[in-house]
């Protein structure tokens, strides 16, 4: 194995990060915060390397990304960020870096190369592969390179030899105290014109993992690699949580609004309920966060109120109580959702909910099933999801060994799974008139019963239907979307105070009612 000697100098570090869903889509927005780059950045300089980011907020074709990185100048790492559906573009943004920089290591990162290390080591240009946190992982590489010093066994790190064979070394343990971790650098990214910031809004994560065993998430995945996977999910404490949001809103007194990104906030009730409390005094900026039904009490849900929640996200992901139990296990009934979702609208939260359509073994009279729940629980707003077969997940395999992934399976596709029960027609026009159809069942289950009962089975017809020209109404919708896009995309970025008076006046709205 050839090692890079650096002769005493401190490494120069570029960190590249795909951060787009849609190729066809043009890239004029500010992009988005990685939380994760921010601190691998913040321990890289604080051992005194060199780090910049090469934030890709659209595809980039060959000439631009070679210009582009040209332009950043001369580096002697370079790490990609690799989640699934953005590997295959990454691999050619690897082959065109060799081209331009040929004497660079190549090291990639995140959930891909965490999941499957050896399909990411294996392709053409990859040096190295870092599984799991690597903040101090690659500060051990790079100071390594500094010194002149053999850098094969640094642990959480395969390499690949000259001959094509991998070197792999253990993951190193988990560190149980997040406070160790110096506050993320933000300045690594344009943050005042990150498009979260376009409407004064802080993209935060005071927490690490989740100790959650959900079939679809990588989360249980990522937990098995590390030796001491029982301290997987950790958070900072809540005075280190409350010194990097001061940090933050010092370096931004623009931000108006804190969207906490957390696997789940209220995973720890002892460190929540203190959290809370300080945040409602030091802090209290109206603020957002994601939280689980069967770990929620009404007095949670008060303090969250009082400490400013305006809105909360919970993943509902199937309202077919036997899929959410047999395939997802999230053993969470019906009646649970429904009462836990009471509690916000009694305090006058607004409600997120996160769906998943296209579920191995599901059908359309199961996904019908999961807008009828929505609709009972009223959800304010609902994001349907099309199911990803993640690798390394529990409902990859069982969605591999049912014959539902082709062989092909391309990252873009819009409905990943093949099923005879639950074709890709039916899927897309779940998920296009999701909210549609929760609108409406709400308008049915509050009308009287001789009124909303044969409302209701005529709604039934119009999603389950035999004969519905379902294929037009997705291109229909799609149009629509096109549409609806581009208008919000221009308030966002034109027009920001409007928009953001729009939406607290949506929310102000939403309290007069409770």
Sequence with gaps: MKFKDLKGRKAR???????????????????????????????????????????LKHYYDENEYKEGLLALGEF??????????????????IKWTKEVCPDAFIICGSYHATLVPDEVLSAEGVDCVCIGDGEYAELELLDKMTAGEDYSAVESLWFKDEDGSFIKNPVRPLFADLDRIPIPDFDLFDYANLESMKVNTAIVVVSRGCFYNCTYCGNGNFRKVYPNKKIYARFRSPENAILYLKTLLGKYPQIQFINFRDAIFNMFPEWFDTFIEMYKKEIHLPCTGNIRFDILKEDTVRKMKEAGFYTIDMGLESGDQEMRFKYLKRYQTDEMIINCSNWFHKYGIAQLTYNIIGLPFEDIHKALKTIKLNARIKSDRVIPNIFYPYPGTVLYDISKEAGFIPDDLDAKRRVPLVQPQFPEVQVLYIEAYFMHFVKRYKWAFAMPRWLGKPYEKWLDHRVTGKFIPRKF???????????????????????PKLYLKLRMLKHRKREEKA
């Design 13 to 55: 570090m570029l960190l590249v990060y795909p951060d787009y869903t849609d190729r066809s889509v043009a890239g004029s927005g500010g992009g988005n915060y990685s939380e994760g780059l921010a601190s691998i950045s913040a321990v890289l300089k604080e051992g005194g390397h060199d780090c910049k980011l090469y934030h």
């Design 473 to 495: 109404y997705v291109w229909l919708h799609d149009r629509y979307t096109a549409v609806r896009n581009k208008l919000k995309d221009f308030l966002v970025h034109h027009l």
């Design 76 to 93: 002697d790492v370079i790490g990609f960020s690799i989640r699934t559906t953005a590997f295959p573009d990454s691999q050619l943004y």
